[in-house]
């Protein structure tokens, strides 16, 4: 194995606290065979810190606070359940976790993992609205993925 190049290296100074967060509950969650967006807009006016899809299909939304003020300042987090099968919040170490809803799925994580503390209560989508969240989530996930290859795609933005 070669040596990661220091200039794509990873640096923790560089994210933010919920970032960090995001970054542990991607490992986690692929090593579930879960796989994850980050900053996933399912709807105008929404934006999900993780959307993943596991193996048979099933959709995960992911929240990630990183303090209580970022919890209690969050309006939009129910608009996000008509969009997933699971909805989870995922906080670091030292938040004050009975703030949450006991109903909703609950993961502590940090920069380097996570671990699933409480699963929720499974409200599967319909077949259409499973179809199309499937559809935008792998659209957007593939313009991301060219983007990144090459920035200058036309009609592309990362």
Known sequence: MTETPPETAFDP???QPGQLIARGV???LASHDYWGLEEFVP???LRVDVMAIGPKGELWCIECKSSRADYLSDAKWQGYL???DRFFWAVGPDFPV???PEE???IIADAWGGEIVRMPDEDRLSGARRKAMTQKLARDTARRLTCAR???TPG???
């Open 98 to 100: 009975e703030l949450l």
């Open 82 to 84: 008509p969009y997933c």
């Open 104 to 106: 909703s799925g609950l």
């Open 26 to 28: 991607a490992r986690l």
């Open 156 to 158: 592309g933005m990362i």
């Open 150 to 152: 090459d920035p200058h």
């Open 43 to 45: 709807a105008r006016g």
């Open 13 to 15: 100074t560089l994210l």
